[in-house]
């Protein structure tokens, strides 16, 4: 609906008139509208400057009309707090130098208006302090209503074993390019998927080293920073033996387990075996929600202790010791955020009321059903050349035994650095201001 910018002047906001900020037919039909049951709020449209939102402020907070149907209102006190201009907020560093327990609670502006840069606010202030805010960045962070999707977990693709078919794969010569196009085409398909493999990969411990440092610094470990391992209990783990491992999340050992796990078999003679399973835990969880919800619950509440023992110098469990649930959620979404589960280093279910054990053990094996089903096992034969690297929050691996001589090199990115990369990466290659640096008003702060 087209305004003329006449209807929406703003005028001083005085205590009398505070409940009134504007006039015309515009304010009558948008309060009409803010009185209105809110129906789910459409995303609001591009704002032009000939088409400014409604302001209006109302005792505590400022109401931004966006349409006739679509009002957001904002706290005074959290748009104070958020005011980003150089006394509030250092442009370099993207810290908040504003002292936000010096606001007083009641803060009311001594005026506010529309303007084609966004919403300008002036509190009141031995000196003046004026407040922009890009409309935007309003639009983006409105919490009454949220008028965006919050970032979610909506471009997540779940697969099970028919992804052989087409896996993720990019070149060595993609992933090590200067221009990083192809660093952000790898971490795009992690995380879609999960996984992502590199092919073409020189067979060496340093190609691959180099390969991993594409992503961010290597987590080290009690493992040591890039693994070069083979089946000699070099280190007090299975992994160092000839042993099957079944599906498992690596590290629920630790409070914060790896981000992504990279593999990359260097060699394997004279014998058989050895393959690698891929198994994605988000794919297997949506199945269990959907066919056995309360087993979904009961892992999605149930702590599970684990330790990593296996060494005399070490005893490795997590924060707190009780451990963490095998299904882990988003506390503001919901979203399953992460899949923690080793059968082979769970510790002693200890704290368990009497009537959850059968139950708990009733809904591991309904899990361990689904995981190991046809339908959910990726099996690959890895070897020198072909890398994989696996989101260790969400895809399952293991192997199968072996005999001979198998030599496996890799390293663990920690999650962070890998999403600070992907956030990177995304900030270059599919923002449009990204030329002019990141903004105090980036999404990401
Ligand atoms: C990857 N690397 C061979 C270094 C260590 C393997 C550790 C496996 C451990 N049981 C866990 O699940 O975390
Ligand atoms: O040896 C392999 O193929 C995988 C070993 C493993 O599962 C691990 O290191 O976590």
Same mark, same amino acid.
């Given at each position: 609906m087209r305004r003329s910018s006449?209807?929406?002047?703003?005028?001083p906001i005085s205590p009398v008139s505070r409940s009134t900020a504007y006039r015309g037919l515009a304010t009558h039909s948008a309060r009409a509208a803010a009185a209105a049951v809110q129906t789910k709020p459409t995303p609001p449209t591009e704002v032009t400057s000939d088409d400014l939102p409604v302001v209006s402020v109302a005792g505590r907070k400022i109401a931004v009309g966006w349409d006739s149907r679509t009002w957001s209102r904002f706290h005074n006190l959290w748009l104070r707090d958020h005011c980003r201009c150089s006394a509030c907020y250092h442009s370099i560093t993207k810290q908040?130098? =504003?002292?936000?327990?010096? +606001?007083?609670?009641d803060i009311t502006p001594t005026h506010a208006e529309p303007t084609p840069d966004g919403l300008k606010v002036s509190w009141p202030s031995s000196e003046p302090h004026v407040s922009l805010y890009p409309w935007s960045w309003l639009q983006q962070h409105s919490y009454d209503p949220p008028l965006h999707q919050r970032e979610s977990?909506?471009?997540? +693709?779940?697969? %099970?074993?028919? +992804?052989? *078919?087409? *896996?993720?794969?990019?070149?060595?010569?993609? &992933? /090590?390019?200067?221009?990083d196009r192809g660093l952000y085409k790898w971490l795009s398909h992690v995380d879609h998927f999960g996984i992502c493999f590199i092919s073409g990969v020189p067979p060496t411990p340093e190609a691959t080293e180099e390969l991993s440092k594409r992503i961010g610094f290597i987590r080290e470990t009690q493992y040591g920073k890039f693994w070069d391992f083979t089946s000699d209990l070099a280190k007090g783990d299975t992994a160092y033996t000839t042993l099957a491992l079944d599906a498992h999340t690596d590290n629920t050992y630790f409070t914060d387990p790896c981000g992504l796990q990279l593999f990359h078999l260097l060699s394997h003679t004279e014998g058989t075996g050895g393959s690698t399973l891929l198994v994605d835990g988000f794919y297997v969880a949506s199945i269990l929600k959907e066919l056995h919800p309360d087993a979904y619950s009961i =892992?999605?509440?149930?702590? !599970?202790?684990?330790? &990593?023992? %296996?060494?005399? *110098?070490?005893i490795y469990k997590p924060y707190p010791p009780s451990g963490?649930? !095998?299904?882990?959620?988003?506390?503001?979404? %919901?979203?399953?955020t992460q899949v923690r589960w080793n059968n082979s280093d769970r510790s002693t279910m200890k704290n /368990?009321?009497?009537?959850?054990?059968?139950?708990?053990?009733?809904?591991?094996?309904?899990?361990?059903k689904l995981l190991t089903s046809a339908d959910s096992e990726y099996w690959v034969q890895l070897g020198p050349g072909t890398a994989v690297i696996v989101h260790n929050h969400r895809v399952l691996h293991g192997r199968s035994a072996f005999t001979g001589k198998r030599r496996m090199c890799g390293a663990y990115i920690g999650v962070d650095e890998y999403r600070s990369k992907l956030a990177v990466l995304r900030e270059r290659f599919s923002s449009d201001t990204a030329e002019a640096g990141r903004s105090v008003w980036s999404p990401s702060l």
């Amino acid at each position: 609906m087209r305004r003329s910018s006449a209807s929406l002047r703003a005028f001083p906001i005085s205590p009398v008139s505070r409940s009134t900020a504007y006039r015309g037919l515009a304010t009558h039909s948008a309060r009409a509208a803010a009185a209105a049951v809110q129906t789910k709020p459409t995303p609001p449209t591009e704002v032009t400057s000939d088409d400014l939102p409604v302001v209006s402020v109302a005792g505590r907070k400022i109401a931004v009309g966006w349409d006739s149907r679509t009002w957001s209102r904002f706290h005074n006190l959290w748009l104070r707090d958020h005011c980003r201009c150089s006394a509030c907020y250092h442009s370099i560093t993207k810290q908040r130098l =504003l002292n936000t327990f010096e +606001i007083p609670p009641d803060i009311t502006p001594t005026h506010a208006e529309p303007t084609p840069d966004g919403l300008k606010v002036s509190w009141p202030s031995s000196e003046p302090h004026v407040s922009l805010y890009p409309w935007s960045w309003l639009q983006q962070h409105s919490y009454d209503p949220p008028l965006h999707q919050r970032e979610s977990q909506l471009d997540k +693709i779940t697969w %099970g074993s028919k +992804i052989q *078919s087409s *896996s993720p794969t990019i070149t060595y010569e993609e &992933a /090590m390019a200067a221009d990083d196009r192809g660093l952000y085409k790898w971490l795009s398909h992690v995380d879609h998927f999960g996984i992502c493999f590199i092919s073409g990969v020189p067979p060496t411990p340093e190609a691959t080293e180099e390969l991993s440092k594409r992503i961010g610094f290597i987590r080290e470990t009690q493992y040591g920073k890039f693994w070069d391992f083979t089946s000699d209990l070099a280190k007090g783990d299975t992994a160092y033996t000839t042993l099957a491992l079944d599906a498992h999340t690596d590290n629920t050992y630790f409070t914060d387990p790896c981000g992504l796990q990279l593999f990359h078999l260097l060699s394997h003679t004279e014998g058989t075996g050895g393959s690698t399973l891929l198994v994605d835990g988000f794919y297997v969880a949506s199945i269990l929600k959907e066919l056995h919800p309360d087993a979904y619950s009961i =892992l999605a509440r149930t702590p !599970v202790p684990a330790h &990593a023992a %296996g060494e005399e *110098s070490e005893i490795y469990k997590p924060y707190p010791p009780s451990g963490y649930p !095998v299904l882990n959620h988003d506390p503001v979404t %919901g979203e399953l955020t992460q899949v923690r589960w080793n059968n082979s280093d769970r510790s002693t279910m200890k704290n /368990m009321d009497p009537y959850q054990v059968e139950e708990w053990y009733d809904a591991i094996r309904i899990w361990n059903k689904l995981l190991t089903s046809a339908d959910s096992e990726y099996w690959v034969q890895l070897g020198p050349g072909t890398a994989v690297i696996v989101h260790n929050h969400r895809v399952l691996h293991g192997r199968s035994a072996f005999t001979g001589k198998r030599r496996m090199c890799g390293a663990y990115i920690g999650v962070d650095e890998y999403r600070s990369k992907l956030a990177v990466l995304r900030e270059r290659f599919s923002s449009d201001t990204a030329e002019a640096g990141r903004s105090v008003w980036s999404p990401s702060l």
